[in-house]
């Protein structure tokens, strides 16, 4: 689970948002940039695509880049109590969103921000290479880093991909540069340079491009494709080691790419560079709704606007991977059991291939673990999936039918506080049940939250105390 991304949904939850930018925007604060920044840089942290446009000014962003050099000439290596890195990050967060990127270069910021990669702290190359990396996303902002010989952003970053001591700068580095390869390719410059770092043959595989948060439910769908004939690369592992050149082959290889799209994954860096690589190739691109929660915005939605999306969320599973499986073999050869999972090769025997997925897509044996060893424990019969399955949509269908006076009775019979469900439908109810089936992940991370309390052993209860609930969507004796 992204604690990062719990914490970012809290707070701005507790409406602590709203008053940092109308603070900004107040003429209190309108000079004032010793405090104008600091509240800039909270903001920064949970702002979304919306807000990004409305914080911070020219002035803010030019405060930050003089306070970049005075900081790496100071010998205290601080100005005004900031240090180099700790602007750069806040320029960072503003660059995560495709508003500011353009903006943010014709300020100047790529300078400081280069003078930054060339220190010798490893905090200070990381961070000013993640900022570069946001800002690449814009494509009028890689023709500048490729064009730019003031700044020399290429040559600092070839530098630092061959060189840098730190091998997470190294990684980072090498990310940004895969994100300018198609304009690096037709530079006469840098094109013999880049296909030193990341030219390969291509094959024909599935890959699935995801954040880690959302890995259960993929690791369903990939048992789902893998058993039904095809070659599958997910990094199972969280690669460490040339993970830019694992990445690069993955997706030179793939024939179609499995989009995993989230909240997560729409601010991570490493997604987006799979994604727009991908798309840079013209490989194939199905995107997978994975995430409750999630909305897609930005740049995101822009990439995947008009494609067909494949919604693991609010229909069943195998309803799904059913249509995903038939979509897949419009548009890529099976394989011949060869299946690549980042690091280690798993091979499928036809025994495999031939086990069906159960009605919630879990299949209960045969599942790879995270070293990618196959467990194996007996299939559920046919038999007994069909009438699990219907024995499930059948009391689902009748809860959800409850009026709201039936459900105020079922939540006294099952000592649910009124006070925090009162506002539920019984289909409400019945949607985390099918979650619970379907995406657990992401149901535990929502149930945890029902109880709005910051005493975790309370909100653990509550959750605990739902969970088992779950069991008894039935109105009367008779349904049991």
């Not at 031939?354 to 897509?361: N, P, R």
């Amino acid at each position: 689970m992204c604690t990062f991304c719990d914490v970012t949904s809290d707070v701005r939850a507790a409406g602590y948002l709203p008053v940092y930018l109308k603070y900004l925007e107040s003429d209190i604060v309108k000079h004032d940039l010793l405090v104008r920044v600091p509240i800039l840089a909270a903001a920064s942290d949970i702002m979304n695509e919306h807000d990004a446009s409305m914080a911070g000014s020219r002035d803010d962003v030019e405060y930050m880049i003089c306070g970049i050099g005075e900081a790496i000439r100071c010998v205290s290596g601080q100005y005004d109590g900031w240090f180099a890195f700790e602007l750069a990050k806040i320029i960072g967060n503003l660059a995560i969103f495709d508003s500011n990127k353009k903006l943010l270069v014709e300020y100047g910021v790529l300078e400081p921000l280069i003078k930054l990669a060339k220190q010798s702290e490893e905090i200070e190359q990381i961070t000013a290479t993640k900022v570069l990396a946001h800002l690449a996303f814009d494509d009028d902002n890689k023709k500048t880093f490729v064009s730019d010989t003031q700044t020399d952003v290429v040559t600092t970053l070839f530098d630092l991909a061959r060189s840098s001591r730190y091998p997470d700068v190294r990684e980072s580095a090498k990310g940004v540069l895969w994100t300018l390869s198609e304009q690096l390719h037709s530079s006469t410059k840098y094109a013999d340079l880049v296909q030193e770092l990341f030219g390969k043959k291509t094959k024909g595989h599935v890959m699935i491009s995801y954040s880690r948060e959302q890995r259960p439910l993929l690791l369903r769908i990939k048992q789902a494709i893998t058993e039904a004939g095809f070659s599958v690369w997910m990094d199972i592992e969280q690669m460490r080691e040339n993970v830019y050149d694992r990445m690069a082959e993955a997706i030179q290889e793939a024939s179609v790419v499995l989009i995993s799209m989230s909240y997560s994954y729409q601010r991570s860096e490493y997604c987006r560079r799979e994604a727009a690589y991908a798309s840079s190739l013209k490989r194939a691109r199905i995107p997978l709704l994975v995430d409750p929660g999630y909305t897609a915005e930005g740049w995101l939605a822009l990439m995947t606007a008009g494609d067909y999306h494949y919604d693991f969320v609010r229909k069943p599973f195998e309803t799904k991977i059913v249509e995903l499986i038939k979509e897949l073999e419009r548009r890529c050869v099976k394989s011949q059991g060869d299946t690549t999972d980042g690091i280690i090769k798993q091979e499928v025997s036809p025994q495999q291939s031939s086990q069906a997925v159960s009605s919630h897509g879990v299949p209960s044996y045969n599942v790879p673990s995270a070293h990618g060893q196959i467990h194996s424990s007996p299939p559920p019969t046919h038999t007994e999936e069909s009438a699990q399955s219907k024995k499930h949509s059948k009391r689902w269908k009748k809860f959800s039918k409850l009026n709201q006076e039936e459900f105020m009775v079922w939540l006294e019979k099952q000592n649910l506080p009124r006070d925090i469900f009162e506002s539920y439908r019984a289909k409400d109810i019945v949607f985390f049940a099918q979650m619970k089936e379907e995406s657990p992940d992401n149901y535990y991370r929502h149930v945890m939250k029902l109880s709005k309390t910051k005493n975790k052993v309370e909100a653990f209860k509550m959750a605990a105390d739902f969970t088992k609930s779950l069991e008894h969507l039935k109105i009367t004796k008779e349904e049991s």
